[in-house]
C-alpha cells in the first residue's frame, strides 16, 4: 500500500514549500522512499526553453527518488498571478495530474502533493485545490503561517476540509514573522482549539537547511501500515 498527503496552507506565501521539504527530510530520515508533486504552479521561468517553477525544483532537490520535471510540475505558468488567470487559454486536466501522481507512486512509497495558495485557492477556472485533494483521494496536512489572522484562518481551513469530505491529518507551524510578538501564545491557542495533531513548528529562517527543519518536525501516523516492508 502506497502513502500520500495533500499539503495546502491558511494562504499563500506562508511557507508551504518549505514545510513541504522539511516532511521530505523528515520522511526520508526515517528511511521512507518520497516523491513529491507541485501539479500547478505560477510564477515560472524559462529554464532550456521550458518553463520551471524554483518551489517544484526545490521539492525534487529534497524528494528521495528521481522523476521528470512534467511529472513533478504537469503544469507551469509564467505570469506570477493566480493560477486561474495565469493558464490563459490552457485547460488543466485533472486526469494528467492523477497519472503523473500515480507514476509517482510507483517510484516512492510517500508521495507529497503540495497545492497552491489556500484550500479554495484556484488552480484553474474549473479546479481548485478542494476539488484536486478530493480526485487524488489523499489526507490533508494544513501549513499554517503564524501571523496575524492566522487563528481564524486555520480554524476556517479545518472546517472547510472536513466539509469537503476528507481528513486532515495534521498541522504544521510557521514562524514567518521574526521576533512576532505573543508567537507561542498563538500556537499554544491552536494547539487547544484545532482537532488534528501539531505535526511541529518551523522557527523563522533565512537558511535552507531543510535537514534542520526537518528534525523539528514528527511525522503523520497511519493505522496498519509497514511501509518498510513495501519495495
Not at 523528515?26 to 522512499?33: A, I, K, L, N
Not at 489526507?139 to 466539509?163: F, K, S, W
Amino acid at each position: 500500500m502506497k502513502i500520500g498527503y495533500f499539503v495546502t496552507g491558511t494562504d499563500t506565501d506562508i511557507g508551504k514549500t518549505w514545510a513541504t521539504a522539511a516532511l521530505l527530510r523528515r520522511f526520508r530520515r526515517e528511511g521512507y522512499s518520497v516523491a513529491a508533486m507541485k501539479p500547478v504552479a505560477a510564477g515560472c521561468e524559462r529554464c532550456g526553453g521550458k518553463l520551471q517553477n524554483q518551489d517544484a525544483l526545490l521539492l525534487m532537490q529534497n524528494a528521495s527518488v528521481d522523476a521528470e520535471y512534467e511529472l513533478v510540475n504537469p503544469y507551469a505558468f509564467e505570469q506570477p498571478v493566480s493560477p486561474h488567470v495565469a493558464c490563459g487559454e490552457q485547460v488543466v486536466e485533472p486526469a494528467k495530474i492523477l497519472v503523473a501522481f500515480q507514476e509517482l507512486q510507483q517510484r516512492a512509497q510517500i508521495v507529497l502533493v503540495e497545492g497552491a495558495g489556500g484550500w479554495y485557492s484556484p488552480m484553474s477556472r474549473t479546479l481548485d485545490n478542494a476539488g484536486l485533494a478530493r480526485i487524488l483521494g489523499l489526507p490533508v496536512l494544513v501549513v499554517v503561517g503564524i501571523r496575524l489572522g492566522c487563528l481564524n484562518h486555520a480554524r476556517l481551513t479545518l472546517q472547510a476540509i472536513a466539509e469537503s469530505g476528507l481528513r486532515c491529518a495534521g498541522w504544521i507551524g510557521v514562524q514567518i514573522v521574526e521576533n512576532m510578538p505573543y508567537f507561542a501564545e498563538n500556537v499554544a491557542y491552536l494547539q487547544a482549539a484545532l482537532s488534528v495533531p501539531l505535526l511541529g513548528v518551523l522557527p523563522y529562517s533565512k537558511a535552507r537547511d531543510f535537514e534542520f527543519l526537518s528534525s523539528e518536525l514528527r511525522l503523520p501516523t497511519w493505522q496498519n501500515i509497514d511501509l518498510h516492508q513495501e519495495n
